[in-house]
């Protein structure tokens, strides 16, 4: 037994000291054109460097093997269910509905982006040197560009996914754009104002201000770009490889495909169980610690398609060279290191227009401050989408962000750098996704076959969970 174990050992040893040899070394490997863009280092998203390592790539394909045992346990229980194959995708079908009006809202919501900030800057910068009222006439558009904001691109989008009942995948494709687009306005009017009003301080300079204004297609491209921080020149790359984009957009459709059958395989079927006892704490708790494993995949399948599969087709399809838009998040050992390292995109733009800009506001005082009105604001924005998404207020998310996001940001700071600490941010991530499917799973059921008033009349509601 003794040289057994010996032997086991060197042989793990063995594997991890190849692993971290050619994690280091990252040289490449003859591997698929999807794996391997031919772009410098720092250019490069870190999967696509990980991916060279055949041993990362390896766990990438036993994801794609799980994916097909999911696909081949539904088609087996539906075939003993029903004696046929069942190839309906009735889940995907619901959740995308009202497609046609979607795609209508989003042309109306980018149009009102690309005309109406473009338009007040462009009317502001020509006429604030000739006006004799600069503060006034600043004044003044400032406003109707924040009426913009919380009128025309805030309420009217919110308006109509509501007022039409959009299934969830529908809203969260408005309200992640609405937010989006105002994010891309904000930093725009915020890049560009600066530079007028520094000209205008410089009374010996007699330079135009035309050449301030960025040009259309600047702009232009600027919302299309997979990044949050207006520049009038971003590094381009010289070609386009639409191989690479095309294996992108269908890593994105797989990673969908993916979801939907961890909903269908592991979601729905315990919820189904649950609706047939009592719901007490007992219940409660198994049903977190069971929703851990599809919170995880679920987190795992939204960094994937999105940060990196969508961000990176786009990216290629316009040429845009910085792929930085995650970094490596899952080595962090501290949650202030995985704020920072899970969306690089967005966490700029909270660094530098909430953050710097509060901090210059107050003189460089109260840094604590700032910190709890960034975690104030993404706490709210994501209850926000979530709330509209789902069509019901229940601020689970909002309470994880603003009570143990902070506490733990305090707990596990940067000064923490053992492995034990990686171990318990990912213990608590794996928690906080458990906790986040188990209630927001249970309230959708709930508001759906559950009326408030029979709870109160007959008390024998005890959250119908059935699809």
């Known amino acids: 037994k003794f040289d057994l174990m010996r032997q086991f050992d060197s042989q793990v040893l063995e594997f991890m000291d190849s692993l971290i040899e050619e994690s280091a070394s990252l040289e490449p490997a003859p591997v698929p054109a999807v794996f391997s863009p031919p772009l410098s280092d720092k250019e490069r998203s870190k999967l696509s460097e990980l991916f060279e390592v055949n041993h990362i790539r390896t766990i990438y394909h036993m994801f794609i093997a799980l994916l097909i045992l999911f696909i081949l346990s539904t088609?087996?229980?539906?075939?003993?269910?029903?004696?046929?194959?069942?190839?309906?995708?009735?889940?995907?079908?619901?959740?995308?509905?009202?497609?046609?009006?979607?795609?209508?809202?989003?042309?109306?919501?980018?149009?009102?982006?690309?005309?109406?900030?473009?338009?007040?800057?462009?009317?502001?910068?020509?006429?604030?040197?000739?006006?004799?009222?600069?503060?006034?006439?600043?004044?003044?558009?400032?406003?109707?560009?924040?009426?913009?904001?919380?009128?025309?691109?805030?309420?009217?989008?919110?308006?109509?996914?509501?007022?039409?009942?959009?299934?969830?995948?529908?809203?969260?494709?408005?309200?992640?754009?609405?937010?989006?687009?105002?994010?891309?306005?904000?930093?725009?009017?915020?890049?560009?104002?600066?530079?007028?009003?520094?000209?205008?301080?410089?009374?010996?300079?007699?330079?135009?201000?035309?050449?301030?204004?960025?040009?259309?297609?600047?702009?232009?491209?600027?919302?299309?770009?997979?990044?949050?921080?207006?520049?009038?020149?971003?590094?381009?790359?010289?070609?386009?490889?639409?191989?690479?984009?095309?294996?992108?957009?269908?890593?994105?459709?797989?990673?969908?495909?993916?979801?939907?059958?961890?909903?269908?395989?592991?979601?729905?079927?315990?919820?189904?169980?649950?609706?047939?006892?009592?719901?007490?704490?007992?219940?409660?708790?198994?049903?977190?610690?069971?929703?851990?494993?599809?919170?995880?995949?679920?987190?795992?399948?939204?960094?994937?398609?999105f940060l990196h599969c969508w961000l990176n087709a786009f990216a290629e399809m316009l040429r845009f060279a910085d792929r930085m838009f995650y970094k490596d998040w899952w080595n962090s050992t501290s949650f202030a290191n995985y704020y920072r390292t899970w969306n690089v995109v967005v966490h700029d733009w909270l660094y530098y227009y909430v953050y710097c800009d509060f901090l210059w506001m107050s003189k460089k005082r109260f840094r604590a401050a700032g910190m709890l009105l960034v975690f104030t604001m993404s706490a709210v924005v994501h209850e926000y989408i979530l709330a509209i998404c789902f069509g019901f207020f229940y601020p689970v998310l909002f309470c994880l962000f603003m009570c143990f996001g902070m506490m733990f940001n305090f707990i596990l700071h940067d000064r923490r750098k053992g492995p034990i600490w990686n171990v318990i941010m990912w213990t608590a991530l794996f928690l906080g996704q458990g906790v986040i499917i188990c209630l927001y799973s249970q309230e959708w059921y709930a508001q759906r076959y559950c009326p408030l008033q029979e709870v109160y009349t007959t008390q024998t509601c005890s959250y119908i969970f059935s699809k």
């Open 75 to 305: 088609l087996v229980v539906d075939f003993i269910d029903e004696g046929r194959l069942v190839l309906d995708f009735d889940l995907l079908v619901y959740v995308f509905g009202q497609f046609p009006l979607v795609v209508i809202t989003w042309i109306c919501m980018f149009l009102s982006v690309l005309v109406v900030p473009y338009s007040l800057f462009h009317t502001w910068a020509s006429h604030y040197h000739e006006s004799r009222h600069g503060t006034l006439w600043s004044l003044l558009l400032g406003a109707l560009f924040l009426l913009y904001q919380g009128l025309g691109l805030g309420f009217l989008p919110t308006f109509v996914v509501v007022k039409n009942s959009f299934p969830p995948a529908s809203c969260f494709i408005i309200i992640l754009e609405q937010v989006r687009l105002m994010m891309k306005a904000h930093s725009y009017i915020r890049e560009n104002v600066p530079k007028v009003l520094a000209l205008a301080k410089d009374k010996s300079s007699s330079s135009p201000v035309s050449p301030l204004i960025p040009q259309l297609s600047h702009y232009i491209y600027f919302l299309f770009a997979p990044t949050l921080i207006y520049r009038d020149k971003y590094p381009r790359n010289p070609t386009i490889r639409w191989s690479y984009v095309a294996s992108k957009l269908l890593q994105v459709l797989g990673c969908l495909f993916y979801a939907y059958y961890v909903f269908v395989r592991l979601c729905i079927p315990q919820f189904r169980s649950i609706s047939q006892q009592l719901f007490d704490l007992r219940a409660m708790v198994l049903c977190v610690f069971n929703s851990i494993l599809p919170g995880v995949l679920v987190l795992f399948l939204a960094f994937f398609a």
